[in-house]
């Protein structure tokens, strides 16, 4: 019985995902009500009051699972001097943002608000635990934590250009340029 209670919440759950990502595509983000979510969604009011208390609630836990999203990318991610491996990596990124319209709509205008602040503190745990993690002969660990959080911001900075372009490029040309510049740019300098 908890078993397809769980598992009707988690289809609920991302159903109202599916609908607010369709409508962000069509409304500005502070545009969105919860009768246009329930609507997109095929779902009851109730239904929706029984995941989140409201649209500020939702957007806070969108917020939490792409940041856990990237998160899990760049967990994956152990440079190596090998074009195809950074690329796809890369390539994962990419298709990532371009099917995240709440990110790619963050990426276009960023804004202070809460999810920068709290990507920020990520990356800067991120930072600081690969830092511990990675050995370098040729540079500190303070060194290292700079370059590692210089190779993010690039990344950042060419999705968000990518992103105001409305991915004009493709995903793999976008993933080129990106592996180009950490394997030439930054992987030398973190060995």
């Not at 590692?148 to 950042?156: D, E, F, K, L, V």
């Amino acid at each position: 019985m908890n078993e397809i209670l769980d598992e009707r919440y988690h289809v609920a759950d991302d159903a109202i995902y599916d609908a607010f990502f369709l409508i962000l595509k069509e409304k500005e983000l502070d545009k969105i009500t919860v009768s246009d979510v329930i609507k997109k969604a095929g779902i009851v009011r109730s239904t929706f009051y029984n995941h989140y208390e409201n649209i500020p609630d939702l957007v806070t836990a969108i917020e939490d699972r792409t940041i856990q999203d990237i998160f899990s990318l760049m967990d994956t991610f152990h440079p190596q001097n090998d074009w195809d491996m950074c690329n796809s990596y890369y390539l994962t990124i990419c298709e990532y943002t371009m099917t995240n319209p709440f990110l790619a709509n963050l990426l276009r205008s960023p804004r202070e608000d809460a999810f920068f602040e709290k990507t920020v503190t990520m990356f800067h745990r991120y930072v600081k635990k690969a830092t511990q993690t990675t050995t370098s002969s040729h540079h500190s660990k303070e060194e290292l934590s700079y370059m590692i959080a210089c190779s993010i911001g690039s990344t950042i900075g060419v999705l968000h250009k990518w992103a105001k372009d409305d991915f004009q490029d493709t995903p793999e040309y976008i993933a080129g340029i990106l592996t180009k510049a950490f394997i030439s740019g930054m992987l030398p300098n973190i060995l």
